[in-house]
Each structure stands twice: as structure tokens, then as C-alpha cells.
T-cell receptor, first 112, second 115 residues
Framework: EAQVTQNPRYLITVTGKKLTVTCSQNMNHEYMSWYRQDPGLGLRQIYY???????DKGDVPEGYKVSRKEKRNFPLILESPSPNQTSLYFC???FGGGNEQYFGPGTRLTVT | GENVEQHPSTLSVQEGDSAVIKCTYSDSASNYFPWYKQELGKGPQLIID?????GEKKDQRIAVTLNKTAKHFSLHITETQPEDSAVYFC??????????????FGQGTILTVHP
């Protein structure tokens, strides 16, 4: 089954404790991205990757890191989480920004 | 950069009525306009899309219209059903100077269909 998986689905952590949210896709997509969803703000892009070892900032990259060492995986790293990073996070993949994006199920992160 | 405005933020209709959600975009170079539906606890899923060389596209009860001159596009859902209740997002894709460009989303519309 073609899908994007994210782990964990729910995470509660404390300020400053490094965490990683994993994302994996099995559709051989070159393009992957991370979004955060906040009420009234829609989906805002954090980072995206056009292919292995090629990443770039989206609209809200501050406080986040990513890596793309393999085509199927695109982890999101929060090295020192803060409460303003409490949000619902989605990973997505596609054959390019101008094509259908396939979204993962989401990760709800709470930083206290 | 591209800016996408979506209205209304919430929409409540009776089952069987029509629902219309509108979006405007700022950059005339944007050329791809998808609509996503997000059900509770799930990720967004593409329901319909339109490219800039087309003015209207229909798929059963849903349709999208695009007015490039005015830079706005709309989602139309006819004969609404309770299972249409969800959050809907519009988006605009700007090709930019790279082969992948940028997709910008609207703020979302919470649609509630009352039985």
C-alpha cells in the first residue's frame, strides 16, 4: 500500500529536550516536505527536500532541522524544543510541488 | 512570495445544500491549484485540482472554478452529505526558478453538514 508513515503519532516533551519525528514514504517520491498546522494559520511549510542530500527552508524553519540521507526518509529534528513549537506536524511526499501531495497521518507534539 | 487567502473559516450547511469555499492568490505566475480535505485525526487528502490552462473542472459532486484574471478559485460541493464534514484547504503552486517550486496553503475552512 502506497503510504507516508510518521512516528510517533503523539509526543509530549519538555522544553530543551531534543527530539526527532520520523517520516518515511514507499512511493519513490523525490520531493518531501514538513508542515505544521495551527488553528487559523493553515498548513505552513517548515522544510522541504527535492532529493537525497538536497534540502531547503520553507516559510517557518526556525528551530527545526532536517536531513535527507535516503530517498524514502525525511526526519524532522527539534534540537531544543520550545512551547511555541507545540503543534500538529505533517510530512508529505510527491513527485514535485506541482503534483499531488501525499500526507502522513500527523504527529501531535506538545512542549511544556 | 505567494499569499493565499481562504474564506470562510467556518461554514455550516444543511444536508443537501450546496457549499462554496473561495480562495484568492497573489502571484499571477501560480499555475496549479489543488484542494485538500482533512478528516478528523487524518492527514489532508487531495480531492480535486485544476491547472491554469483550465477554467473549470468537475468530479461528481465537487467542482473547482478558476478565474486567472481576478486571481481567485473556488470549490463547489453540491448535494452535501454529513460525510463531507471536514476541514478543506486550498493551495496555489508557484513554479519559481527551480524544478519543484513552492506550494502555499490557505488557512482552511471547517465545513459542517447537519443531517
Amino acid at each position: 500500500e502506497a503510504q507516508v508513515t510518521q512516528n510517533p503519532r503523539y509526543l509530549i516533551t519538555v522544553t530543551g529536550k531534543k527530539l526527532t519525528v520520523t517520516c518515511s514514504q514507499n512511493m519513490n517520491h523525490e520531493y518531501m516536505s514538513w508542515y505544521r498546522q495551527d488553528p487559523g494559520l493553515g498548513l505552513r511549510q517548515i522544510y522541504y527536500s527535492m532529493n537525497v542530500e538536497v534540502t531547503d527552508k520553507g516559510d517557518v524553519p526556525e528551530g527545526y532541522k532536517v536531513s535527507r540521507k535516503e530517498k524514502r526518509n525525511f526526519p524532522l529534528i527539534l534540537e531544543s524544543p520550545s512551547p511555541n513549537q507545540t503543534s500538529l506536524y505533517f510530512c508529505a511526499s510527491s513527485f514535485g510541488g506541482g503534483n499531488e501531495q501525499y500526507f502522513g497521518p500527523g504527529t501531535r507534539l506538545t512542549v511544556t | 512570495g505567494e499569499n493565499v487567502e481562504q474564506h470562510p473559516s467556518t461554514l455550516s450547511v444543511q444536508e443537501g445544500d450546496s457549499a462554496v469555499i473561495k480562495c484568492t492568490y497573489s502571484d499571477s505566475a501560480s499555475n496549479y491549484f489543488p484542494w485538500y480535505k482533512q478528516e478528523l485525526g487524518k492527514g489532508p487528502q487531495l480531492i480535486i485540482d485544476i491547472r491554469s490552462n483550465v477554467g473549470e473542472k468537475k468530479d461528481q459532486r465537487i467542482a473547482v472554478t478558476l478565474n486567472k484574471t481576478a486571481k481567485h478559485f473556488s470549490l463547489h460541493i453540491t448535494e452535501t452529505q454529513p460525510e463531507d464534514s471536514a476541514v478543506y484547504f486550498c493551495a496555489a503552486y508557484h513554479p519559481g526558478g527551480t524544478s519543484y517550486g513552492k506550494l502555499t496553503f490557505g488557512q482552511g475552512t471547517i465545513l459542517t453538514v447537519h443531517p
